[in-house]
T-cell receptor, first 110, second 117 residues
Framework: KQEVTQIPAALSVPEGENLVLNCSFTDSAIYNLQWFRQDPGKGLTSLLLIQSSQREQTSGRLNASLDKSSGRSTLYIAASQPGDSATYLCAAANDYKLSFGAGTTVTVRA | EAGVAQSPRYKIIEKRQSVAFWCNPISGHATLYWYQQILGQGPKLLIQFQNNGVVDDSQLPKDRFSAERLKGVDSTLKIQPAKLEDSAVYLC???????????????FGSGTQLSVL
């Protein structure tokens, strides 16, 4: 059974600082890994999807890397802004289904 | 393109009552998911449909939860009778294909916040 862990559970940074969010998974036989953003009281919004054959994906200020052999993915957010405050979740796809981590709640202080 | 629609947005019931949630996925999406998200935790898959067939319902408490997806389009999730521990956000998601089959980016609805008193 796939286990996905995100540490730390919460993070607070001043505006402008780069964010580094970590995700680890136990079963390296994944199809892909997705990063999501969740705002309070809202559903999840997909940010980036990395296929198992890829090492990284980029979208604007966001960059996600994937190291299957070590069971890790990292989400980088450059030059953080108060609008980046949210919970970020990763999800690993195995056996035609996704397993989610509990998320990292980010607060960017103005 | 229209997103995943869910209703109701909020629901408050007493324990032992029944409740139903509705989801309409993005048009053309074959795979539909129901997740339960308890405060402070990641979403837990309850049931996954591929068209109108069930792919995975291993974590669905079948003595009280049921779900259907008629005609492979919209879906309902029912709880009867509800327990206090069912208080959570119920999220519906859809994707064009299932993970591993190709384009599997998930799109989520806004969820239904259920409070069982």
């Amino acid at each position: 059974k796939q286990e996905v862990t995100q540490i730390p559970a919460a993070l607070s940074v001043p505006e402008g600082e780069n964010l580094v969010l970590n995700c680890s998974f136990t079963d390296s036989a994944i199809y892909n890994l997705q990063w999501f953003r969740q705002d309070p009281g809202k559903g999840l919004t997909s940010l980036l999807l990395i296929q198992s054959s890829q090492r990284e994906q980029t979208s604007g200020r966001l960059n996600a890397s994937l190291d299957k052999s070590s069971g890790r993915s990292t989400l980088y957010i450059a030059a953080s802004q108060p609008g980046d405050s949210a919970t970020y979740l990763c999800a690993a796809a195995n056996d035609y289904k996704l397993s989610f981590g509990a998320g990292t709640t980010v607060t960017v202080r103005a | 393109e229209a997103g995943v629609a869910q209703s109701p947005r909020y629901k408050i019931i007493e324990k032992r009552q029944s409740v139903a949630f509705w989801c309409n996925p993005i048009s053309g999406h074959a795979t539909l998911y129901w997740y339960q998200q308890i405060l402070g935790q990641g979403p837990k898959l309850l049931i996954q449909f591929q068209n109108n067939g069930v792919v995975d319902d291993s974590q669905l408490p079948k003595d009280r939860f049921s779900a259907e997806r008629l005609k492979g389009v919209d879906s309902t999730l029912k709880i009867q009778p509800a327990k206090l521990e069912d208080s959570a956000v119920y999220l519906c998601a859809s994707s064009f294909l299932a993970p591993g089959q190709g384009y599997e980016k998930l799109f989520f609805g806004s969820g239904t916040q259920l409070s069982v008193l």
